[in-house]
Nanobody
Framework: VQLQASGGGLVQPGGSLRLSCAASVSINVMGWYRQAPGKQRELVARIRSTGVTDYADSVKGRFTISRDNAKNTVYLQMNSLKPEDTAVYYC????????????WGKGTLVTVSS
């Protein structure tokens, strides 16, 4: 499974960005993780093929994950961005909701700064 992410960049605090990630095949669970400098990688959001979602508390109400199953693509709409959202964001995918992700894409850098 190959994952191709896009959409990172520089944005001012309070701004918005949309990340996209296309998978080479259909896969049950897709999601986004992030790793900030000096910190461990953490789950941002994930979504099942049925539409069930899961979010980190720090992004609830600001980020929205969605997917287009016909295109094997997952999106992360990020609104009201904060400097602490600055990180490398990784697309990930896997077959099972209750286990870790098996496939990882290259990261895309999101920088929130004025």
């Amino acid at each position: 499974v190959q994952l191709q992410a896009s959409g990172g960049g520089l944005v001012q605090p309070g701004g918005s960005l949309r990340l996209s990630c296309a998978a080479s095949v259909s896969i049950n669970v897709m999601g986004w993780y992030r790793q900030a400098p000096g910190k461990q990688r953490e789950l941002v959001a994930r979504i099942r093929s049925t539409g069930v979602t899961d979010y980190a508390d720090s992004v609830k109400g600001r980020f929205t994950i969605s997917r287009d199953n016909a295109k094997n693509t997952v999106y992360l709409q990020m609104n009201s961005l904060k400097p602490e959202d600055t990180a490398v964001y990784y697309c990930a995918a896997g077959s099972f909701w209750t286990s870790g992700m098996a496939y990882w894409g290259k990261g895309t850098l999101v920088t929130v700064s004025s």
